[in-house]
């Protein structure tokens, strides 16, 4: 079985189109979702609407639980806009009551076992779910991520892709769907197959020129959101 891992897809549509049509090519049976499907971009209604027809396991990111303290009035909503953008805004908007009560209910983490192979997933890390893990991060801090009984820990958050030996586990970082912070306008996910447990890090290119124009016209003021887009 052929499984697509994803994270961080933030509201970017277009990126995970373009993800969808790969591993239908692919053949992908089942995907693996590891949170921040808002904040940042602007279509979370369709990017909702995009997993709500996927085979899937999620769990919830730190831009859920943003959404979630907007939603509670414990965040203000000028702040978030300033520091991320409208995606957040947009999110409240858009999203039917369901999709959000599905987004903000989501699990921290799961561990879960799928044809002979087990996988913790994680947003941040096993340890601390807003923890931002790098292919720099030291060795001995990461090693410390290895979970008992994992054949895999899938992590995202970063915005970083690498592969790492741990113990007894693979730990991956996916990267990011949504803001790839290595290279723009590459969708970054992965795709494990369980029947020999090959791991292959994707990055798959999307067009970026109308999401610019989107950020231009929604967010003027934080230049970030599209010049990260350009990165090469």
């Known amino acids: ?36 499907f808002v904040g940042y971009y602007y279509w979370p209604e369709k990017v909702l609407e995009k997993l709500s027809k996927l085979d899937s396991i999620c769990i919830q990111g730190n831009h859920e639980r943003i959404l979630n303290g907007l939603l509670e009035d414990k965040i203000k909503k000028e702040d978030i806009i300033e520091k991320y953008g409208s995606g957040h805004d947009l999110a409240i908007k858009k999203l039917s009551k369901k999709q959000i ?45 290895n979970v008992s009984g994992a054949d895999f820990v899938l992590i995202g958050h970063s915005h970083y892709q690498f592969i790492l030996k741990i113990k007894d586990s693979l730990l991956i970082n996916v990267g990011s769907v949504g803001q790839s912070r290595s290279i723009g306008g590459l969708a970054q996910w992965a795709i494990i197959n369980t029947n020999n447990r090959n791991v292959q890090l994707m990055s798959t290119p999307y067009e970026t020129s109308d999401l610019i124009k989107s950020c231009i016209e929604i967010d003027p003021n934080l230049p970030y959101l599209r010049e990260v887009l350009l990165r090469n």
């Open 1 to 36: 079985m052929k499984l697509a891992v994803l994270s961080d897809i933030h509201g970017n549509i277009n990126a995970f189109e373009q993800i969808l049509k790969k591993s239908e090519k692919e053949g992908i049976s089942k995907f693996l979702f590891l949170g921040d």
């Open 101 to 145: 009560d599905f987004l903000v209910n989501l699990p921290e983490s799961r561990f879960v076992g799928i044809d002979g192979c087990k996988f913790q997933l994680c947003h941040g890390s096993p340890t601390n779910p807003d923890q931002y893990i790098y292919p720099d991060t030291s060795l001995d801090i990461m090693n410390d991520f």
